[in-house]
């Protein structure tokens, strides 16, 4: 058993992060129910983060404005799970945090990469393939006239 | 001489109980939910949280129910709010070159690559009020190309760079952090970043309106809309007790890429400068009027005469706040009881002597 790499934990904490937090209960209800006894090292805590952007998009860093970000960390299954996740929603970081923890378990992995995660990033590229067709229907298509001849 | 000043305490509760009935109005009607502000008032939405300074859909949609429709006591509100948060940490700058872009146009390129992309926007409609929306009952479904957007747009302003036409837009070496107005007071000569932060949280009327009188002739501003594009950003942190960078989630942002002739000085050639304005959510107006505010206060460090409004920074950036402004101008309607009285009484006594006079010369 190989063990877990950063790039791979940061594919699903990506994924946990941009799942919308209630389907993100019923995607992981199974997966929790069958690990009780978990732990909180950290409850769910909102706070402030302040976005950055960069002048002219690629300049000097400047403040932007904070935006609200719900952090936790539960030790669950000998793992320790973390989650921060954009909003206050409180259960989202609770659940992407067990989710961090189980994730991480050998015994857990593979199910859970092919029961939760993979079938969550699909609804997400397809989602977001919706988004993006109905905005490329309003992309103008210039047509020239020719005069004369 | 003091005077006790007190009571009134009934007439505040009741006062309390007026605003919260008034806020709820016919209670035949069915009270307004936060889904419904969240779904359906989304632009009040966003100038609330990017005057408010907090990207939080869910807070802006209680402050702006709260105060009633009220956007800049909705801004109060959220920025009460937010001194009660802890600050966790600043996000990697967002790259607004990855922008999933559902609307980006060009005022300058008809061919731009990528297209130009007109989204979700009212510029092409006429403006007739339509009573169809009077009813309860729309249900809109938006037509779909068969293919997506691709997933990086290039950006416009690449085109006149790759020629050396525009001044480039590079960090200091080191990329140094910037200084952030919630933890230090402004001071002046204050750096372009600085003004950034101080216009991106600034009143949206009042960067309109300097930044029209730019364009009416009040600075040498020629400016061009080289891009403007909405859509959503990756939010990106490095919380220390993981050491990696992860993604938390996506804000929706409003980036516009001001283009401005600049005939050139000793230094430097002639070419385009530029102006930039970012928004949360879809804020064109707000990003437009930042980017040009934002050029005409780059005169001074381009050698242009300072002598417009929009041009002088201390003019500028000490009253964009509008919690500051309307604080200083509401609080003349609390009790300056004593302050009047001292006033009347100097008046009284001056016109005593001016009567005088006026009997002398008589």
Same mark, same amino acid.
């Given at each position: ?149 | ?225 080289? @891009? $403007?594009?909405? &859509? !959503? =950003?990756?939010? *990106?942190? #490095?919380?220390?007790?993981?050491? /990696? @960078? $992860?993604?938390? &989630? !996506? =804000?929706?942002? *409003?980036? #516009?890429?001001?283009?401005?002739? /600049? ?16 928004? /949360? ?82």
């Amino acid at each position: 058993m190989t063990s877990i790499t950063i790039p791979q934990r940061q594919h699903w904490m990506r994924i946990l992060a941009l799942t919308p937090p209630e389907r993100l209960a019923e995607a992981l209800a199974p997966a929790l129910s069958a690990h009780p006894g978990h732990h909180w090292l950290r409850r769910p805590e909102t706070g402030l983060v302040m976005l950055r952007g960069r002048a002219g998009g690629t300049g000097a860093q400047f403040n932007l404005g904070e935006a609200s970000v719900t952090r936790a960390s539960v030790s669950l299954a000998g793992q320790i799970g973390h989650a921060w996740v954009r909003g206050s929603n409180a259960r989202h970081a609770e659940l992407a945090a067990l989710a961090d923890a189980l994730l991480q378990c050998p015994a857990h992995h593979a199910d859970l990469m092919a029961g939760v995660i993979a079938p969550l990033e699909a609804e997400l590229v397809e989602r977001r393939a919706t988004v993006s067709r109905a905005a490329a229907a309003s992309k103008v298509e210039f047509f020239t006239m020719v005069r004369g001849e | 001489m003091y005077v006790a000043v007190k009571g009134g305490e009934t007439a505040i509760l009741n006062s309390y109980e007026l605003l919260a009935a008034d806020r709820r109005g016919d209670q035949d009607t069915p009270e307004l939910t936060l889904a419904q502000i969240k779904g359906q008032m989304r632009l009040a939405l966003a100038r609330v949280m990017q005057e408010g300074s907090l990207y939080d859909e869910d807070l802006a949609a209680l402050a702006l129910k709260q105060a009633s429709g009220d956007v800049t006591e909705a801004v109060f509100l959220l920025r009460a709010f937010r001194t009660t948060l802890p600050r966790l940490g600043y996000s990697l700058p967002l790259d607004t070159a990855a922008m999933r872009v559902r609307r980006r146009v060009s005022g300058t390129f008809k061919d731009v690559p990528g297209g130009q992309v007109l989204g979700p926007t009212p510029d092409y409609t006429q403006r007739l009020l339509d009573f169809g929306l009077t009813g309860s009952d729309s249900a809109p479904s938006p037509t779909l190309a068969e293919q997506p957007l691709p997933e990086r747009l290039p950006c416009v302003l690449d085109v006149l760079g790759s020629e050396g036409l525009i001044e480039p837009e590079r960090p200091a070496d080191g990329d140094p952090a910037p200084k952030d107005l919630t933890r230090e007071p402004l001071m002046f000569p204050a750096d372009r970043a600085t003004r950034l932060q101080n216009l991106a949280r600034g009143d949206e009327g009042y960067l309109l309106g300097l930044a029209y009188s730019t364009q009416r002739g009040y600075a040498e501003s020629h400016p061009f809309a080289g @891009e $403007i594009r909405m &859509g !959503e =950003v990756a939010v *990106t942190v #490095c919380p220390e007790e993981l050491g /990696f @960078e $992860i993604e938390i &989630g !996506e =804000v929706t942002l *409003t980036e #516009c890429q001001m283009i401005n002739q /600049f005939a050139g000085s000793r230094t430097a050639p002639p070419q385009f400068t530029r102006g930039y304005g970012l928004s /949360f959510g879809e804020g064109e107006r707000k990003a437009m009027a930042m980017a040009l505010v934002d050029r005409s206060l780059r005169a001074a460090e381009l050698g242009e005469d300072v002598h417009a409004p929009a041009q002088q920074q201390e003019f500028v950036l000490y009253h964009t706040d509008n919690v500051e402004a309307s604080g200083f101008v509401q609080h003349l309607k609390l009790p300056h009881y004593v302050d009047f009285q001292a006033e009347l009484s100097l008046i009284r006594t001056l016109r005593k002597q001016f009567d005088a006079q006026q009997g002398d010369e008589a």
